[in-house]
C-alpha cells in the first residue's frame, strides 16, 4: 500500500509539476520519469545460474584464443559485456570459461579450451574457440562461464546455442529437453560470419550479476 494512496510515480509526477525534478525537454515528463524510474528500480535481470559441473578447474590461463591453429570444429567467436542489475558496466570482472571440444571431451589433463579474462574497460570480453560437442550426460552443448566482480554475487551458469539441433529451431518451446537449462535466456542466437572458405559462428553473451 502506497502512503496517502499515491504510488511512487504519482508523488514523481507531483514534485515535477512544482518544479522539484529537472526533465529532460525532448521527453514527456511520463517518458522522464519512467526512465528515471527503471534506473532506480535494478532495470537488469540478472543472468540465470547453472551448474558449475564437474570440470572446473582454477587458475587457467589468460588466452583469448582457445581455439588453435589447425584445431578442428566450427570456429566461434563468443563476446559480450558484464553489466550490475543497474546497468553499470563491471569492468575489471573476471570471467572463467570451459568447454569441451568439438566432440565433447574436456582437457582435464590440460588447459585445451580453458581461459580466464578480465572485462576491459568498457566491461568487455571476447574469446575464439569452436563449437563445443555433445557428450554423453548432457543433452545440449554449452560452454561454462564462472563470473566474479567486486559488490556482486559471484555466478556460474552455461551458456547454450540456439542451433543446437536439440532445439528442432524452438529454443523456447524446446529449451527444457536439457534439465539443466535454467532459463531461455541462457540460449542465445547464432550468426555466422566470414565467407564462405572461413565461416565462423558468432555468439553474444552478455551477463549481469546481482549486486550484493
Ligand atoms: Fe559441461
Known amino acids: 500500500m502506497q502512503p496517502y494512496g499515491l504510488t511512487r510515480r504519482d508523488l514523481l509526477l507531483k514534485s515535477a509539476a512544482i518544479g522539484a525534478a529537472v526533465v529532460v525537454p525532448s521527453l514527456s515528463l511520463a517518458e522522464a520519469i519512467d526512465g528515471w524510474q527503471r534506473q532506480q528500480d535494478a532495470p537488469l535481470t540478472p543472468t540465470a545460474w547453472d551448474e558449475i559441473g564437474p570440470f572446473y578447474k582454477r587458475d587457467t590461463p589468460h588466452v583469448t584464443q582457445l581455439r588453435k591453429p589447425g584445431d578442428p570444429g566450427l570456429p566461434v567467436n563468443i563476446a559480450g559485456k558484464v553489466f550490475d542489475t543497474r546497468g553499470n558496466i563491471l569492468s575489471g570482472a573476471a570471467i572463467e570459461i570451459w568447454q569441451a571440444n568439438h566432440v565433447g ?35 545440449c552443448q554449452h560452454v561454462h562461464f564462472m563470473i566474479t566482480a567486486p ?34 535466456d541462457l540460449v542465445r542466437p547464432v550468426t555466422l560470419a566470414g565467407d564462405p572458405k572461413d565461416i565462423r559462428a558468432v555468439v553474444n553473451f552478455d551477463i549481469v550479476l546481482e549486486r550484493l
Open 151 to 184: 559488490g556482486n554475487k559471484p555466478l556460474t551458469t552455461q551458456l547454450y546455442f540456439a542451433t543446437d539441433p536439440v532445439f528442432e529451431g524452438d529454443p523456447k518451446k524446446n529449451y527444457t529437453r536439457d534439465p539443466l537449462i535454467q532459463s531461455v
Open 105 to 139: 571431451l574436456y582437457d582435464l589433463a590440460g588447459d585445451a579450451y580453458r581461459t580466464t579474462l578480465v572485462a576491459d574497460a568498457k566491461g568487455e570480453y571476447a574469446f575464439d574457440s569452436v563449437m563445443p560437442g555433445h557428450y554423453p550426460g548432457r543433452v
